[in-house]
């Protein structure tokens, strides 16, 4: 082959190679149908500008991380909090909460003050969420959000009102919607709050006039405690202690769920025991690991209020030891 054919055949190469990625580059948002009508409904009942808000879907395509990642996984490990726990209740995390409730004691302070919510607690799911905001999120909010709002069925109603609330959101606070970063589902700054909670629950705690839970620690913690004292937070009670089984507990004990409903007392009389108050209501919860016993503790309310922010038994309870592990450590 001679040198000219030789390059016209590196030119139709690369060219074949741009036309194979734009083809796989999804089309922009704003060639929708479904997402033109999710602006001019937001016209009608918000008062969006519709031609605005697709010019800034015009900017954002489906992302194909996102779905990914939003997925369960096609062959699914077994729960195991033997292996769940790790990941939060580990040295970096405690020094880094211990760090955190020194350099921010007064703000923590004055939260329990207002929410009744210790100060450990609000460090801990700070530190579970984002390790005290250094892993706050890089994706596109808008893009994700509209990604899982038009791409992904199963949920898709739940994110389409998220995305209203972000558009909200960035409206009411002069935001560009396509600068914000968060996680892939949705979630925004150091406390990771959906849009429709950040709108309902979040606080301007350092007295800006605005709230900014990106960058504004205050804010953050003020926002946390917030948002546990309205799902209920009962100030100066407990919130969970291990229990034992005489055998496996039934089965109906463990689907009443992780709100409290079941009496200390009839739970001693089917083979659960613990220290609780025998008048107490609480729920059973059951820490599993595969090839090991199960862990069981009681639950009380405030257990149940940190599954609000995240609807997990291994959730809670890893910001529950966290925050004792945080509190034992913390120089006095």
């Not at 190679?17 to 009942?45: G, H, K, M, W």
């Not at 596109?140 to 558009?167: G, N, S």
């Not at 606070?173 to 968060?182: F, I, Q, T, W, Y």
């Not at 629950?201 to 953050?220: C, E, I, K």
Request: net charge neutral; with cysteine; glycine share 8%.
């Amino acid at each position: 082959m001679n040198l000219k054919h030789t390059l016209a055949a590196l030119v139709c190469a690369a060219l074949t190679s741009l036309n194979c990625a734009a083809a796989q580059t999804p089309p922009s948002f704003a060639r929708e149908q479904a997402v033109i009508d999710f602006a001019r409904d937001l016209e009608q009942r918000q008062g969006f500008n519709a031609d605005e808000l697709l010019a800034q879907f015009a900017q954002t395509r489906p992302n194909s991380k996102v779905l990914q990642l939003i997925k369960p996984p096609t062959s699914p490990l077994q729960r195991s909090w033997e292996r769940y726990r790790p990941r939060f209740l580990n040295e970096r995390r405690i020094d880094g909460g211990i760090r955190f409730w020194q350099e921010n004691q007064a703000k923590l302070a004055r939260a329990r003050a207002l929410y009744g919510v210790p100060e450990e607690i609000i460090v801990a799911i700070i530190g579970v969420e984002t390790e005290y905001g250094r892993n706050t999120g890089g994706f596109r909010v808008l893009e994700a959000l509209a990604t899982l709002a038009f791409h992904y069925p199963p949920r898709a109603e739940f994110f389409r009102t998220e995305l209203e609330q972000f558009l909200l959101l960035a409206r009411e606070n002069n935001l560009d919607p396509l600068a914000v970063k968060g996680s892939f589902a949705g979630a925004i700054g150091i406390p990771q709050f959906m849009p429709g909670s950040q709108r309902r629950y979040a606080v301007d705690f350092d007295g800006d006039q605005r709230v900014d839970l990106g960058n504004s620690v205050d804010d953050a913690i003020g926002s946390v405690g917030r948002f546990l004292e309205q799902h209920g937070w009962q100030a100066g009670q407990g919130i969970a202690v291990p229990a034992s089984s005489q055998g496996e507990p039934e089965r109906s004990l463990l689907e009443a769920g992780l709100r409290p409903s079941l009496k200390v007392t009839e739970l001693s009389a089917k083979g659960v025991f613990s220290d609780a108050d025998p008048a107490a209501t609480v729920a059973l919860i059951d820490l599993v690991s595969p090839g090991r016993e199960t862990e069981y503790w009681l639950g009380f309310d405030n257990f149940y209020v940190i599954t609000r922010y995240n609807r997990s038994s291994f959730y809670a309870m890893s910001v529950f030891q966290l925050a004792e592990e945080i509190r034992k450590r913390m120089p006095r």
